[in-house]
T-cell receptor
Framework: EAGVAQSPRYKIIEKRQSVAFWCNPISGHATLYWYQQILGQGPKLLIQFQNNGVVDDSQLPKDRFSAERLKGVDSTLKIQPAKLEDSAVYLC?????????????FGPGTRLTVT | QKEVEQDPGPLSVPEGAIVSLNCTYSNSAFQYFMWYRQYSRKGPELLMYTYSSGNKEDGRFTAQVDKSSKYISLFIRDSQPSDSATYLCAISYNQGGKLIFGQGTELSVKP
C-alpha cells in the first residue's frame, strides 16, 4: 500500500512570496489533515477535511493560509504572503474516516524555509 | 497552561536499557491517548493508542495511562539503536477528535 505522498520535500522562499504544497493521501482514506510542525515542537493541526468538506480549520491563519481538497482526494495548502514565522515542516496525514483520527498516516512533510 | 506537556529531552541511553517517556495533560476529559514515533526527516507513525486508563503492551513497548494523575507513559524494554527517534504523545477528547500533540522527546540509544 502506497503511503501519503507530499511535494515538494523542501522549499526556500523570501518573505512576502507565496508557496503551495501538494498532498496525495492513502487511497480510500476519506479524512485528510494538514499540520504545521515548528522545529522542536509537536505537530499542530491547521485544517481537517472529511472528503472535500472542511471539518476543522480553527487554527488555520485564514488571512494568509488557504487549503482545498478537490474531488475528495488530493489537497493543496497555500501560503500567501509568507512570513518568517511560517518556517516549519508542513505535514499531511490521512485516516480511513473521521472516527479514526487516532490512527493517522503521515507523509514525509515539506520543509519550508522563509528568509 | 498547555493541554499536554512533554519533557523534550534529549534522552540518551545505552543499548538494552529500559526507557521511560512521559507526558502530563491538563483536562480529565481526554479519553484517547496515543504515542507516535518520528524518525529524522520523516513524518510521525503511530506506535500505540489506548482508551481511558490502563496498560497496553506490544512487543517491547508498553503504554500506560493514569487518569487520576493525568499522566501517560511509554516504556521501551531492551532498547535498540533503531529506537533512536523523537517520541510524541498525543491526546484526544473522543474517537473522532482532534489530536493534540506534545512537543516530543528526542531519544538516542547508543550501541
Amino acid at each position: 500500500e502506497a503511503g501519503v505522498a507530499q511535494s515538494p520535500r523542501y522549499k526556500i522562499i523570501e518573505k512576502r512570496q507565496s508557496v503551495a504544497f501538494w498532498c496525495n493521501p492513502i487511497s480510500g482514506h476519506a479524512t485528510l489533515y494538514w499540520y504545521q510542525q515548528i522545529l522542536g515542537q509537536g505537530p499542530k493541526l491547521l485544517i481537517q477535511f472529511q472528503n472535500n468538506g472542511v471539518v476543522d480549520d480553527s487554527q488555520l491563519p485564514k488571512d494568509r493560509f488557504s487549503a482545498e481538497r478537490l474531488k475528495g482526494v488530493d489537497s493543496t495548502l497555500k501560503i500567501q504572503p509568507a512570513k518568517l514565522e511560517d518556517s516549519a515542516v508542513y505535514l499531511c496525514a490521512s485516516s480511513l474516516d473521521g472516527d479514526s483520527t487516532y490512527e493517522q498516516y503521515f507523509g514525509p512533510g515539506t520543509r519550508l524555509t522563509v528568509t | 497552561q498547555k493541554e499536554v506537556e512533554q519533557d523534550p529531552g534529549p534522552l540518551s541511553v545505552p543499548e538494552g536499557a529500559i526507557v521511560s517517556l512521559n507526558c502530563t495533560y491538563s483536562n480529565s476529559a481526554f479519553q484517547y491517548f496515543m504515542w507516535y514515533r518520528q524518525y529524522s526527516r520523516k513524518g510521525p507513525e503511530l506506535l500505540m493508542y489506548t482508551y481511558s486508563s490502563g496498560n497496553k503492551e506490544d512487543g517491547r513497548f508498553t503504554a500506560q495511562v493514569d487518569k487520576s494523575s493525568k499522566y501517560i507513559s511509554l516504556f521501551i524494554r531492551d532498547s535498540q539503536p533503531s529506537d533512536s527517534a523523537t517520541y510524541l504523545c498525543a491526546i484526544s477528547y473522543n474517537q473522532g477528535g482532534k489530536l493534540i500533540f506534545g512537543q516530543g522527546t528526542e531519544l538516542s540509544v547508543k550501541p
